[in-house]
């Protein structure tokens, strides 16, 4: 089965400052997808951004990027110019390929941010 | 677009009453729908995977006789809590994948059901 470890519980950035949020994962599968999820006090679920395990170039999407280390298994969030609206709780999260598990998202225990102003 | 819906947002019981939450996705035909249970400043539980026009599949350890899912139409599943306990209390979330081809779940707002 497999699992994703965040070993931050908690981590804290200056406003307009830069942070990396950690994730990494087990797995023995080859081809996959990999999330971030941020969940505000509202408690919604927001996507964040996706990476597909086979493509080698780092997702981005305006001030959140990935680093995709397939051979490590790490997928770390780097959040650039942080505004106070990101703070939230991230949830790192695998899927499997769809014929092989149904497209379940396995999550990884989270990441508290906050943002100081 | 990709907006999922849950109905109520809050709902409080008294123990041994049963509560229905509902799952709507509101702009998308979702042949699939996930029910996530989450405890407070915990990740997500995965409790169930609803599939329209057919039986869900439960997760190891969820009682399927206790939370009952219904997914009857490509729009709307329904989770019904039965004879809720304290226990049960908990912060329900679900979610809907757009069809088969895609990869990206889209997430309802969530429900806090506390049992009395």
């Known amino acids: 089965a497999q699992t994703v470890t965040q070993s931050q519980p908690e981590m804290s950035v200056q406003e307009a400052e830069t942070v990396t949020l950690s994730c990494t994962y087990d797995?023995?599968?080859?081809?996959?997808?990999l999330f971030w999820y941020k969940q505000p006090p509202s408690r919604q679920m927001i996507l964040v951004i996706r990476?597909?395990?086979?493509?080698?170039q780092n997702a981005t999407e305006n001030r959140f990027s990935v680093n995709f280390q397939k051979a490590a298994k790490s997928f770390s969030l780097k959040i650039s110019d942080s505004q106070l609206g990101d703070a939230a709780m991230y949830f790192c999260a695998y899927r499997s390929p769809l014929e092989t598990s149904g497209s379940r998202l396995t999550f990884g225990e989270g990441t508290q941010l906050t943002v100081n102003p | 677009g990709a907006v999922v819906s849950q109905h109520p947002s809050r709902v409080i019981c008294k123990s041994g009453t049963s509560v229905k939450i509902e799952c709507r996705s509101l702009d998308f035909q979702a042949t699939t729908m996930f029910w996530y249970r989450q405890f407070p400043k915990k990740s997500l539980m995965l409790m169930a995977t609803?599939?329209?026009?057919?039986?869900?599949?439960?997760e190891q350890g969820v009682e399927k006789d206790k939370f009952l899912i219904n997914h009857a139409s490509l729009t709307l599943s329904t989770l019904t809590v039965t004879s809720a306990h304290p226990e049960d209390s908990s912060f329900y979330i679900c979610?809907?994948?757009?069809?088969?081809?895609?990869?990206?779940?889209?997430f309802g707002p969530g429900t806090r059901l506390t049992v009395l």
């Open positions: 797995t023995s599968e080859s081809d996959y997808y």
């Open positions: 609803s599939n329209e026009g057919s039986k869900a599949t439960y």
């Open positions: 990476q597909e395990a086979y493509k080698q």
């Open positions: 979610s809907a994948r757009v069809d088969p081809g895609t990869d990206t779940q889209y």
